[in-house]
């Protein structure tokens, strides 16, 4: 028999799934009221310091998040553009979040990112004559890069392409959402 449990409060919702009275599944979801790591949004730059060679960009959180200029996907980056950025490491302090324009969705075999349009491999996969069977097999959109992951050196092809499908339609949709197809 299977049974939900939720609890809700002002900070956290917890949603327990039993599956005859066994822990099945748990999700929690805090509110919070700063940028988590990993997190995607769009954002504008506020201000381009060249001094320290960072762009501050605005979110919709009181702190402004910054980024490095030599981790920037885009040269001309100049005051009032938009950009889709992920953040990289939480407020400290009073310094905002860090964050890159570099956007990485993380599968279980592979990662897609934006950094690059090519297929690279996790450093423990040393095997050429593998690695060239992948880039032969991948179905790789043509806008981003893919990262095969360790666990995905001993998964089988059609089920490293449906992830990549799966994860550049969870891209595609981020960027739709926040109007920037």
């Known amino acids: 028999m ?4 939720i609890e809700k409060n002002e900070n956290c919702t917890r949603i327990a799934l039993k599956l005859n ?10 509110k919070s009221l700063k940028p988590k790591v990993g ?7 506020e ?6 060679e960072c762009a501050y960009i605005d979110i919709g959180f009181e702190k402004k998040c910054y980024m490095h200029l030599k981790d920037s996907r885009k040269d001309n980056l100049k005051k009032g553009d938009y950009l889709l950025v992920e953040i ?17 969705i993380q599968g279980v075999y592979c990662v897609i990112t934006t950094f690059n349009d ?3 491999f996790s450093k423990s996969i040393e095997d050429k004559l593998k690695k ?12 981003v890069g893919i990262i095969v992951r360790t666990r995905g050196f001993d998964a089988d092809f059609d089920c490293i392409n449906r992830e990549i499908k799966t994860l550049y339609d969870i891209y595609m949709k981020i960027k739709k959402r926040l109007h920037i197809c």
Do not use: W
């Open 47 to 52: 201000s381009i310091v060249s001094g320290n």
């Open 132 to 143: 060239k069977e992948f880039l032969t097999n991948i179905k790789k959109p043509e806008d």
């Open 88 to 104: 990289l490491k939480e407020e400290l302090l009073d310094k905002g979040a860090k964050v890159t324009n570099n956007i990485s």
């Open 21 to 30: 009275n066994e822990l099945e599944k748990l999700f929690i979801q805090e």
């Open 39 to 45: 997190q995607i949004y769009l954002g504008i730059v």
């Open 2 to 5: 299977k049974s939900i449990f």
């Open 118 to 120: 090519r297929i690279n």
